[in-house]
Structures are given as C-alpha cells and as structure tokens.
C-alpha cells in the first residue's frame, strides 16, 4: 500500500501559469519534505514542514511555496512556472524525534514537471 | 558543511560485487542511507544505519561506516541486471536530509 502519495504523477503547465503539485501521507509522520530533482541530479531540498513549522532553504525562490493544512496532506506552489522549473518534483517524510532527528524519510513516486 | 559526495558511474558484470561508495562532511548525522532510483521513479529506501554503528548486513546488502573517516559504503553482492539502477546514499541531520549526487550502477550480462 502506497504510504507517500503524489499527484498527478506527470503535470504539464504553461510558462508562468501557477501549479500545485499535492502531496498525502498515511504515516502519520510530522516532518514533510519537498525535494526538487532535474536530470541526472541529486535531489535537491526546497523547503521542509517540522509539524506545522516551515523551514526554507535559503536558495529556494520566492517562485515556490508550500501549505501544510493537516498532518496528512502538503502543498506545493509554484507561482510562475519557468522552463528551468520543468523538473520532478519528490515529496518525503519522515518522523522527527525529540530532539528533532529524524529517522529514515519515505519517498513518494514524484510528479514530473512539464512548462511548455 | 552538508556536501556529500559520490562517484558518478560503476560498472559490474553480473554476479561480481559492486561497492558503492558515499563521503559526508557533516559530523552531527545521526542516520545515513542509501536509496535506489529507477528511471521515472521515485528513490527506494533500500538500507540505513545509525551514524554509532560500523557495520550492517541485510541479505545481499552490506553498509560500511568509518565514521572517522565520514566515509559510506554499501556492498551489493551477486549483482544482477535488476540493480542496474541510480544509487544515493543521504545523510539525516538536524530535520533534514541531505542527498549525495548519485552512482549509476550498469550491470552487464
């Protein structure tokens, strides 16, 4: 049973059209992460949920932002998609203990990003 | 710093070893990992070990740690073509997770 759920999983939008990329999990898990990924890179951090605290990455742009209504579902928004956007998109959790560390994150499928 | 780093290709005949290997610089991981990607999909948590331990075995899989080192291995025993695929290994600090730059590992028949 899929834990970390993504849709879509392929999303085409037009160059500067706003997206929402969404993201659901049944682990109940309080840290939510969205990685960005381009081609034959490694995933790149943008921003993480610690409950509802919200953690940037200081080199993610303005152009991206994320919503956690519950614990169960994250949002992420990209305000005016650019052709350097078209990427896939991960969405990860994981339990944070006390202290803050966490244990291992669990990764949904991705949505791939396409800007036309 | 938060810089982990890989090899970027391995290529291993099918039923030979392949080692993978991963250095961090970060010294407060707690938990390191190694995840698998298959073309078009999302990363497989394949293993992980606990930044206190050396060493852990899980059926063909084995990790290496030297932590004095801040150097990450994992054994892949007997490969075979469904391996072939991008490695990672990650390190887990203070809420977050951070991810080496990939091994691609070519399985040749």
């Known amino acids: 049973d899929a834990m970390v759920i993504q849709n879509p999983r392929y999303q085409v939008t037009q160059f500067g059209k706003p997206v929402t990329l969404s993201c659901s999990q049944t682990l109940n898990h309080n840290v939510m992460y969205w990685y960005q990924q381009k081609s034959s890179q490694a995933p790149k951090l943008l921003f993480h949920?610690?409950?509802?605290?919200?953690?940037n990455e200081a080199d993610t742009p303005d152009n991206f932002q994320s919503r956690r209504p519950n614990t169960s579902f994250c949002f992420l928004d990209i305000r005016s998609p650019g052709l350097g956007d078209a990427a896939m998109y991960l969405c990860a959790t994981s339990r944070a203990r006390h202290g803050g560390l966490s244990t291992e994150a669990f990764f949904g499928q991705g949505t791939r990003l396409t800007v036309v | 710093g938060e810089d982990v780093e890989q090899s970027l290709f391995l290529s291993v005949r099918e039923g030979d070893s392949s080692v993978i290997n991963c250095t961090y610089t970060?010294?407060?991981?707690?938990?390191l990992y190694w995840y698998k990607q298959e073309p078009g999909a999302g990363l497989q948590l394949l293993t992980y070990i606990f930044s206190n331990m050396d060493m852990k075995q899980d059926q063909r899989l084995t990790v290496l740690l030297n932590k004095k080192d801040k150097h990450l291995s994992l054994r892949i025993a007997d490969t075979q073509t469904g391996d072939s695929a991008i490695y990672f290994c990650?390190?887990?600090?203070?809420?977050?997770?951070?991810f080496g730059t990939g091994t691609k590992l070519q399985v040749i028949p």
């Open positions: 970060d010294s407060s991981s707690t938990y």
């Open positions: 990650a390190e887990a600090t203070y809420q977050k997770v951070t």
């Open positions: 949920y610690y409950d509802k605290d919200f953690n």
